[in-house]
C-alpha cells in the first residue's frame, strides 16, 4: 500500500521537491513547435510549477526562459521579438535565447552593467513537431535514437492535451492494461472508425479480429514484465478461440512517458508532463512506419474535442464529462462517447486532482503500477541522496538505442514470441525502419 508520504514524494513537483528535482533531470516535452506562430513565435510555458517564456529568434534559435523579467519582474510572454532576443515592454531590456542580457537601454551610455546579467534560461531541443526542454543539472542528457524522434517528418505526427490531474495518475492508465476491456468497450461493433481505436487485427492466415470485439470478450490479460535499458516492457497476453493469443506490447519509458500501438502501423509515444501539481499535458507523437500521415486530418480529428489556445478539453467534471445514460445502454461502457481520449480523460480526472493512493486495493493487473511506483520512489530517494538518475543513457547507448517495440500481434499460442516476428515483418515495409531494425 502507498502511504501518504509516498504519494506526496511521487506527485510533487515544484522545484526543491523532491520529485520535481528527479523530473528536471530528463528531457520535458514544454511546447508543440505549432504554437510557436511564425508572425509571432513567443508563447507563455508553465512546466514543473516554473513559469516559463518560450520563443525563436530570428535566427531560428530556441530560447526558454523565467518569464519575469529580473528587472522589476515583468512578464515576458508580451516581449518584442527584435534585435537577436525578446525585449522586455517596460524597459527594454533585450535578453537572447541562452538568457544573456544584451542591451538595457536606459542605463548611461557605455554602461557594462548587462554583461554581468544572465537571466534564468533551459536549452530546448525539437523534434518532430515537439520542443523539449532540460530543466536540471550540468549537462542534459543525450536522446535515445528512439524511432519517434529519427523517422522522417512525414511519418510523424505531434500533438497534446491538457487533463485537470496530477500527472502521475495520467501516466498510469497507459501502463494498465485491463482498463481497455472496459473503459474502451464498445457494446456493439460498428463500421470500422480508426480514429477510436477500432483498428482490425492481422490475424494467422486470412483471420481478422476487430480489436473492439478481442477487449470486450476476452477481458482478463495476462502480463509478463521485462526489464529494459530505459524502464520495462508489458507483454500482455489474452487466449482467443482456435488455439490462437493476442499480443500487446507497450513500454514505460522512465520517467513519464509511454509507447504504446495505435495499430499495426503506427506507434504512439507519449509523455504525461506536469504542469504543477493539479494539471498535466499528455503529449503524442505518432511514427507511422508504412506512409506519411495526414496530419491535417489528424490534426483536426483531435481538436474537435478541444479549445485552443490551452488544449483543453470542452468537456470535463463540470459537464460530467459529456456522459449520456442513453449511450450508456446502448453503444459505450461508459456512456461517454466514441473517443477513447474522454474515457480516459474521465478515468484520470474523476479521482480528483491529486489521487488519494493510501485508500487504493490493487490487483494483479496492476503489476506494471505497482513495478513502476518501485523504480520511481527508488530514483527519487536515490536523487535526495546524490546519486546519479536511473535510465539516462549516455552518448554510445543513446545512439545505438532504437524502437522500442510497440506492437499488437495475433499469433498461434505456442508460438510465445511471435509478436517479434511480426514487429520484424511491419518494420521492413519502411527503409529507414528497416535499415535500424533490431537484430
Known sequence: MTTAKENDLMTRTPRGSAGGELLRQYWQPAALSEELDPGRPVVSVTLLGEELVLFRDERGQLGLLDRHCPHRGADLSFGRREHGGLRCPFHGWLFDATGQCIEQPAEPAGSKAHLHLRHRSYPCAE???????????????????????????????AFKGLWACNWLQALEVGIDPAHPSFLHRFLEEEADDPAYGRQFRS?????????????REYPRPRMGLQDTAWGFRLVTTRDLAGGLTHYRIT????PNAI???????MVITQWHVPIDDVSCYWYSMFTSFAAPVDRQTMREQRLAGLTLPLYRPKLGRQERWGFDAEDQRRQTYTGLGMDVNT??????ESPGPIHDRTREHLGTTDAAIVKYRKLLLSAIRARQAGESPPFVLDAAAAAGACG??????????EQQDCWLVRDGERRSASTWAHARRPS
Open 259 to 265: 509507447a504504446i500501438p495505435m495499430s499495426n502501423e
Open 203 to 215: 490475424g494467422v492466415g486470412d483471420s481478422t479480429l476487430p480489436l473492439t470485439r478481442i477487449l
Open 404 to 413: 522500442p517495440v510497440a506492437i499488437d500481434a495475433i499469433g498461434p499460442r
Open 251 to 254: 513500454n514505460l519509458l522512465f
Open 343 to 348: 474515457h480516459d480523460q474521465w478515468a484520470v
Open 127 to 157: 523534434h518532430n513537431g515537439v520542443i523539449f526542454a532540460y530543466l536540471g543539472d550540468g549537462t542534459a542528457p543525450p536522446f535515445p535514437a528512439f524511432d519517434c524522434f529519427v523517422a522522417p517528418a512525414e511519418q510523424t505526427f
